[in-house]
């Protein structure tokens, strides 16, 4: 087990290394055709990922065009990583050319570089936009999903690093690091529509209860910073979409472990509209609904 470990951490820092001494558009296109191949050879992954975005699209999807969004998923995860890959390599003016930054543009201009809570599904390339907010004035932190191995985590935090996005661990006494970073006007971004540890919280997600995190809502309630779901897009011409929508009401109406739990719903429901923009997009390879595996 050690030893496959291993091999993923080699993977993905040889192979980074190996995208990043190569044109862009051969980047992409040798990753599209690494995803093809992944679709065709990895049956069980492919299924999950049908199961997922059935839920998304609904039960009238013909099997032929759940199969090409299925398909889509695996080639816009690989885009996903030569995204992250190349961003922090980028000069100023090609970085501009794949970011519409209208919706950027506006949040700075509401929220006067106050600190923020940005929460997001696994949808396109969001690194793409803390990148533009890092070079627009703001220091921004997230959380360090755990990998296979701590090599492997460690490596995918210096990859953020590079980009100015800080990234804890959930061992650095997280909550009060992130309290303090809004606290700074900082923005704290959380990829929040899978619950990876700890209870999580019980929402309605596609017509069925999973558990979320509910660090967003709680770190959005305790701080008073708004809480603001977002997701990032990209097309086939390699153009990235951010898209926020209006930040969830913090309202708070009882206990805090019940607001907690109502403002995670709300974020659900958010996440829901910004899923269904484009399941093709939501890079979701795990169960989110076991039971409903097919």
Known sequence: MELQRDRAYFLYRYGTGLLRHIPRHIAMNVMTLIADVAYLVSGRTRSVVA????????????SEDLQRLVRSSFGSYARYWVDLALLSRL??????????????????EVHQHRGAVIALPH???????????????????TVAEPA????????????????????????????????????????????ADRNIGGEGIDVLFFGEVVKMPGGPALLALRSGCPLIPLAVYHDRADFHQPVLLPPISLER??????????????????FEELIKRAPEQWHVFQPIWPQREE
């Open 123 to 141: 949808i396109g390339s969001w690194e793409i936009a803390g990148l533009w907010a890092h070079r627009h004035g703001y220091a921004v932190n």
């Open 51 to 62: 199961s997922n975005i059935r839920r998304v699209v609904g039960g009238e999807m013909s």
């Open 148 to 191: 296979s191995s701590e090599a492997l985590t460690e490596w995918f935090r210096q990859q953020r690093d590079e980009l100015g996005i800080h990234a804890f661990t959930t061992t650095d006494n997280v909550i009060s690091q992130l309290l303090a970073a809004l606290d700074r006007d900082e923005l704290v971004t959380l990829v």
């Open 253 to 270: 109406t009882g206990r805090l472990r019940d607001d907690v739990v109502r403002v995670t719903q709300d974020l659900a429901c958010a």
């Open 91 to 108: 000069p100023d003016r090609d970085y501009d050319d794949l970011l519409d930054e209208h919706d950027l543009v506006e949040f700075i």
